[in-house]
Each structure stands twice: as structure tokens, then as C-alpha cells.
């Protein structure tokens, strides 16, 4: 477990140069990640979302993060009951709406009671991120939820 922390990690830090993001998905690191994120350690799954944001801002890796199944995953740390990782994973989420396969598999998970639930009681940050899933997604905008 501990070398497959310190290997997220490395992503991590590789990930950060654009043509890395390319490589790195294209040599089959995203199942690995999302693995970690199931299996992981505290340590290991925050090393492991890093990466995978990191990674999804590549376009390709969006597709391949969604079409690996990273959605339910990310649905699963955004309800845990401490919800250390709430933001990271709404933040991929809201990366991951940006791209046709995301957003219908976005929309699959039925996630629009979540991101109310965030606009209502959450921080800034995540508010922005529901309101960006909420658009891309479903078409919704914050003048929608008002009225």
C-alpha cells in the first residue's frame, strides 16, 4: 500500500506538466488511481484524487477517467460521512461535466440532490463547482434555482 501511495504522489507531482498529462493517462494510470481511492489509506486516496484532477484536465484522460468508471467513486467520497474529500471530488466532478461522456455520466448517477443540498449549505468553492455541474449538465443555472 505504501509504495502505491508513493507512486500517486509521483503522478501527482508529474502530472502538473501538460504533456505529462498525456502520457501518464495513456499508459493506463487512472484505474490504478481510482483504486487507490477505494482502497487507499487517508493518505493514499488524497494523493490519489490529486492526481486524478490533475489528470482530467487533459481532455482525453476525462474520457478515459469516465469511461474507467470514476463517477460512482467520486459520488461515494462526496457522501462519506466526514466528507474529507468532498471538494476534490466535486471539483473533478465539475472538470469531468465539461466533456459530452461526463455529463451523461454524470447525469446517470443522479446527483442533482447532492449539488442543491451543496448550493444551499456549502462553502464558496463548492457552490461554484455544483453551479458549474448543475449547468453543464443539466442546463440549470442559479437564476433556474432561484425562481
Known amino acids: 500500500m505504501k ?8 503522478l501527482f507531482t508529474l502530472s502538473v506538466v501538460d504533456e505529462n498529462k498525456v502520457t501518464i493517462g495513456a499508459a493506463g494510470a487512472i484505474p490504478p488511481l481510482m483504486l487507490l481511492l477505494t482502497e487507499g489509506t487517508q493518505r493514499g486516496k488524497k494523493d490519489s484524487v490529486t492526481a486524478l484532477f490533475s489528470l482530467c484536465l487533459d481532455h482525453g484522460n476525462k474520457r478515459r477517467a469516465v469511461r474507467a468508471g470514476v463517477i ?12 474529507v474529500l468532498k471538494n476534490e471530488a466535486l471539483a473533478i466532478l465539475a472538470i469531468l461535466s465539461t466533456d459530452e461522456e461526463g455529463k451523461f455520466a454524470i447525469g446517470q448517477a443522479e446527483v442533482k440532490p447532492l449539488l442543491f443540498m ?4 456549502g462553502s464558496e468553492y463548492n457552490k461554484k ?5 448543475l449547468r453543464e449538465t443539466y442546463g440549470i443555472t ?3 434555482i432561484r425562481n
Open 129 to 133: 463547482n455544483a453551479e458549474a455541474i
Open 142 to 144: 442559479m437564476s433556474d
Open 118 to 121: 451543496v448550493i444551499k449549505w
Open 3 to 10: 509504495a502505491r501511495e508513493n507512486a500517486a504522489a509521483i
Open 72 to 83: 460512482p467513486i467520486l459520488m461515494e467520497l462526496f457522501k462519506e460521512p466526514l466528507g
